[in-house]
Antibody, heavy 120, light 107 residues
């Protein structure tokens, strides 16, 4: 069974750093583009960016470029999303997603989501 | 970047009604469009890709059509379990932008 298992909820203060994770099971991790989607409270879905774990080729939505860093470790089958300095506006659920094989196209699978709360 | 606009933003319909949601792209995206369903409190799931291909396991009352800049998602006979927010997403080029969503409720 294909699974994307994300790290647990986080509560942080503005200015703090954070790295959340997503571990893949049941599929060839290096053969799929893995991405991140943001959903702010009561709002829609926002596509943030993707990484191809085999060679770490990374593409960002220009709206998120410079705001977050996407990385991956193919040996541990884990993708990461990190912030160096969080803001209150980063409060959201972050979904890890798996795109179709060998293609940065539609999303086949979703993780359970990681709730990040940034509040002073 | 290409913008995706959905309409309406919300709708209310009766069980058994035919429901149509529209998604417009600001530039030609050929058939590089997917539709997702997000039920309340749940993770989104893929319904349709390549504008009209039904994902495995999705009920046949869902269908998609369109190409270029205008696309539609149709629910042929609305069921209570279809209460959800529906999103389109384009994927011809990065970024794979989502539409703003359409919230479907039962009247």
């Amino acid at each position: 069974e294909v699974q994307l298992v994300q790290s647990g909820a986080e509560v942080k203060k503005p200015g703090e750093s954070l790295k959340i994770s997503c571990q893949g099971f049941g599929f060839s991790f290096i053969s799929f583009w893995i991405g991140w989607v943001r959903q702010r409270p009561g709002r829609g879905l926002e596509w943030m960016g993707i990484i191809f774990p085999d060679d770490s080729d990374t593409r960002y939505n220009p709206s998120f470029q410079g705001q977050v860093t996407i990385s991956a470790n193919k040996s541990s089958r884990t993708a990461y999303l990190q912030w160096s300095s969080l803001e209150a506006s980063d409060t959201a659920i972050y979904y890890c997603v798996r795109h179709r094989p060998q293609s940065a196209s539609y999303i086949l699978s979703w993780g359970q989501g990681t709730l990040v709360t940034v509040s002073s | 970047d290409i913008q995706m606009t959905q309409s309406p933003s919300s709708l209310s319909a009766s069980v058994g009604d035919r429901v149509t949601i529209t998604c417009r792209a600001s530039q030609d995206i050929s058939k590089s469009l997917a539709w997702y369903q997000q039920r309340p409190g749940q993770v989104p799931r893929l319904l349709i890709y390549t504008a009209s291909i039904l994902q495995s396991g999705v009920p046949s009352r869902f269908s998609g059509s369109g190409s270029g800049t205008e696309f539609t998602l149709t629910i042929d006979s609305l069921q209570p379990e279809d209460v959800a927010t529906y999103y389109c997403q384009k994927y011809n080029t990065v970024p794979n932008t989502f539409g703003g969503g359409t919230k479907v409720e039962i009247k």
